[in-house]
């Protein structure tokens, strides 16, 4: 799949966007580990009734996946203890776990929501997996 990259200038976030001239956005975010790319697909899997204008922002935190893969997330998280819950087939409850990192995902969406989205569209749909 072939796109072009974008990058709004007040946020610093890199993003995809396909402009379909629609009064309707959709701005998806990815989950941890991924980046804007994995989701862009959806724009086509998921028909509607209407034509939308999408929008996926790429993490700003770049994160080593090991092996010499590069990733992207939001905010860090604790992933040797996640792992262990998993291995032990236990639910590990992340949402206590507030950082300054957290703090600054949401105001960098902010911006990006306000700069490149709010005034442009009569409605805004903003989805996300993961930590998105």
Not at 5 to 33: E, F, M, P, Q, W
Request: charge should be negative.
């Amino acid at each position: 799949m072939s796109y072009d990259v974008l990058t709004n200038k007040k946020s610093g976030l890199d993003y995809l966007h396909i402009n379909r001239g629609s009064k309707t956005a959709i701005c998806i975010l990815h989950g941890y580990g991924a980046s804007m790319g994995d989701l862009y697909g959806l724009s086509d899997m998921i028909k509607l009734e209407k034509d939308v204008d999408w929008y996926f922002p790429n993490g700003f935190l770049d994160i080593s996946m090991g092996m010499g893969a590069s990733s992207r997330a939001w905010f860090p998280i604790d992933v040797t203890v996640l792992e262990t819950a998993m291995a032990r087939g236990e639910h590990r409850d992340f949402s206590k776990n507030y950082s300054d990192e957290f703090d600054k995902a949401l105001q960098v969406m902010q911006v990006f929501l306000d700069d490149l989205i709010i005034n442009k569209y009569d409605k805004i749909i903003l989805g996300g997996f993961s930590q998105g």
